[in-house]
């Protein structure tokens, strides 16, 4: 058997193989290294998620706040701007409306009905002095109001007898009727401002709050025709 050292590095040949050795050759990991990288990246692991998690729950809240509120402007708006054209088309021949609370003298253009959770309301918008559904305008008596939509809370629209949905996730309606002095009123008659109050809620529950969030939106329309002089 030869023998040859230089150095750090030696080779010992024998007959049937040679064997390598190098001080320098670099180690491997040892079994607590290995245990304590692992511990290290699973922590670390773990504060990445928790962090993903509060994001997404900010983001999922965010987003229903921000539909909720959308939700709330969008049934104010229609129902202003349609409520602004209540009494449009008074005659002699179609008188406005009058009465306590609902009209006695239907038909009518005005406020019909003049409830604290709902509100009906005509208008002659094709000037035929004909309040009746037709292809023509079948937009001339509409009802507002809440009612359960499969088994959602939703804004309805009543038209010819029907009702369909306008906005889900409407959780209170109110209305307020004031005469020209602003001051509250149930005779239709003396009508001139409607405030109008509309409250939209998220379609899941905070988890923060342990309930559902809530946003109030209030408006006061004051209809132009129900004050004018019939012709």
């Given at each position: 058997m030869k023998s040859i050292m230089n150095n750090k590095h030696f080779m010992i040949r024998t007959d049937k193989a040679e064997i390598f050795n190098c001080k320098n050759q670099p180690k491997g990991f040892t079994l607590i290294e290995l245990m304590i990288a692992m511990a290290?990246?699973?922590v670390v692991l773990s504060a990445v998620y928790a962090v993903f998690t509060v994001q997404n729950k900010q983001l999922n809240k965010q987003e229903q706040i921000a539909?909720?509120?959308q939700n709330a402007r969008m049934a104010m708006d229609m129902m202003t701007r349609e409520i602004m054209m209540a009494g449009y088309g008074a005659t002699s021949a179609l008188p406005r409306c009058s009465?306590?609370?609902?009209?006695t003298?239907?038909?009518c253009v005005g406020i019909t009905a003049g409830n604290a959770n709902s509100i009906?309301?005509?208008?002659?918008?094709?000037?035929?002095?004909?309040?009746?559904?037709?292809?023509s305008n079948p937009n001339e008596n509409i009802t507002y109001d809440i009612y359960t939509s499969s088994g959602i809370l939703a804004l309805g629209r009543v038209t010819n007898g029907t009702r369909a949905p306008v906005v889900e996730n409407i959780?209170?309606?109110?209305?307020?009727?004031?005469?020209?002095?602003?001051?509250?009123t149930t005779n239709l008659l003396l009508i001139r401002t409607i405030q109008i109050s509309i409250t939209a809620q998220t379609a899941d529950i905070d988890p923060d709050l342990g309930a559902v969030r809530t946003f109030t939106l209030t408006s006061n329309v004051t209809p132009r025709n129900l004050g004018m002089t019939v012709y």
């Open positions: 290290v990246g699973l539909l909720m509120q009465g306590t609370t609902t009209a003298n239907m038909p009906s309301f005509s208008a002659d918008l094709d000037g035929d002095e004909d309040l009746t559904a037709d292809s959780s209170a309606l109110t209305f307020a009727y004031r005469d020209a002095a602003g001051v509250g």
